[in-house]
């Protein structure tokens, strides 16, 4: 069933909180250094992005959703005048961490990880600089 409003900001909300919690995760291990690499966990911290970004988030950004009709969300209202743009960043991000699972799984090694992080970390911005209010 549809979510109504609400339901729908706050599921993507918590969708987007989980994938930036393990691209912490990713980032800590194969960019920061700050923890122990760790194939194991770096793979299923992409599993988990991947989950994510291919879970057919477009059900939901429904009508109501931007931040003119609602303030519990950065969504800005242009998001619903470009369905074009809108599917490009969505497609964006699930082939990039579409991509970065296959190197997890593949044993790609730290630079090939580190390098498809940031083509993910690029498709998340995509979006924020599109449609995300300050
Ligand atoms: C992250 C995260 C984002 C993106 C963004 C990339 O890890 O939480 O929102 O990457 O910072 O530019």
């Known amino acids: 069933a549809q ?8 599921t993507r909300q918590s969708a987007f909180t989980f994938a930036a919690w393990n691209m912490g995760k990713i ?9 122990a690499y760790n194939e ?3 793979l299923a911290a992409a599993n988990a992005i991947a989950s994510v970004a291919n879970s ?3 059900a939901l950004f429904g009508p109501g959703t931007a931040n003119d009709k609602n303030d519990n969300t ?21 082939q990039a961490a579409t991509k970065l699972q ?12 580190a390098a498809q992080f940031s083509e ?6 995509a979006c924020h600089d599109e449609f995300r209010a300050d």
Do not use: H
């Open 102 to 113: 296959e190197v997890a799984a593949n044993g790609g090694g730290k630079g090939a990880l």
């Open 120 to 125: 993910v970390g690029k498709s998340c911005k």
């Open 3 to 10: 979510l109504d409003v609400e339901d729908q900001i706050e």
């Open 74 to 94: 950065r969504l800005k209202p242009v998001f619903f005048d470009k369905p074009e743009k809108a599917r490009e960043v969505a497609i964006g991000f699930a």
């Open 56 to 58: 057919g988030l477009g």
């Open 40 to 42: 194991q966990q770096i």
């Open 27 to 35: 980032k800590a291990q194969v960019i920061d250094g700050s923890v």
